[in-house]
């Protein structure tokens, strides 16, 4: 699995490593009262188990959570962060202490079965429009996300084939229709907008009729979303824009509609609910414990 240049291993290593001290300190606080139930030189053996298949994903996070309990925990991982696996398989096992590895656990599970969620669901929406005749839409995340953890999701996001949209505020522009009203239309925001950002990923524009299409066309839009058009209306987009724009779609996405949204030309289909509505993926952790 390969990551764009936000996401470089040295990057999600330090991410994966913030996120799960911050995970733990919210969960631990001033001590694990439950854990002193347990022998301090106990070392044990425990198996991650998956109740579902799922894409697997979160592996940097759930392996920073148990280190920074116990640094020496041995582990290993039997599916590969972005694969596959099925019901009812090992896809991590774990030796250490084991009262370091009852106090993270929690935290380990909860990383990875959000991400595991998020990757899986992204994966079956590029399944979902991979053999579309005449398709080569991607599909694209938005700002959707839980707060604090949009870098994470949006890895998952990558890990599931799927394309990240911009990151934050700071680094994209995406004009909408409160924006075009504020600068004065569609020729003259996007004017200003290569003015003031020079420095933006990208600037993209947010319209709702053929006719914005057409103007923002003229004044040299490069990137083009097209909110909550029907299916005739993109395929119209697609013949106007002629290539000179990339085209997005946004609104009403789901499983039922992308293979036809796709199916029009459009080059990207961003999905909200890839972060914002998902089912977290079902693991557990079993204990078996020996001596020291």
Known sequence: MTFNSDFPPDLVAELAAADAARALSEDVGSGDLTAGLVD????????????????????????????QMDPEVELIWHVPEGQRCHADQVVLEIHGQARAMLTAERTALNFLQLLSAVATKTS???????????????IVDTRKTI????????????????VNHRLGLSDAVLIKENHIAAAGGVTAVLHKAALVAPQARFIEIEIETLAQLSEALDAGAGM???????LSQLHEAVQLNAGRAILEVSGGVNMSSVRAIASTGVDRISIGTLTKDIK?????MRFATEPL
């Open 40 to 67: 301090p030189q106990l070392r044990a053996r425990a198996r991650v188990v998956a109740r579902e298949s799922a894409v697997i994903c979160g592996q940097p996070w759930a392996d920073a959570a148990l280190r």
């Open 124 to 138: 079956d929406y590029v399944q979902a429009i991979c053999d579309v005749p005449g398709g080569h839409a991607r």
């Open 147 to 162: 707060p604090g953890l949009r870098l994470a999701q949006k890895y998952a996001v990558l890990v599931g084939g799927g």
């Open 224 to 230: 083009v979303l097209l909110d909550n058009m029907g």
């Open 280 to 284: 977290a993926v079902d693991f557990s």
